[in-house]
């Protein structure tokens, strides 16, 4: 059987992964809008 502790641990980390990914894709997405609503060649940067 799988511990309570190890168990919150797991759980825990899964939530940070999933924050995180929510966090990264929302800035991905803002960032592209701001760049389309713009209009400006920003692509050269890259």
């Known amino acids: 059987m799988i511990r309570n502790g190890s168990q919150r641990r797991w759980l825990v980390h899964l939530l940070a992964m999933v924050l995180a990914l929510s ?3 929302g800035f ?3 960032a592209g809008l701001r760049v389309r ?3 400006q060649p920003f692509w050269h940067m890259w």
């Open 23 to 25: 966090l990264v894709t």
């Open 37 to 39: 609503r713009k209009e």
């Open 28 to 30: 991905a997405v803002t």
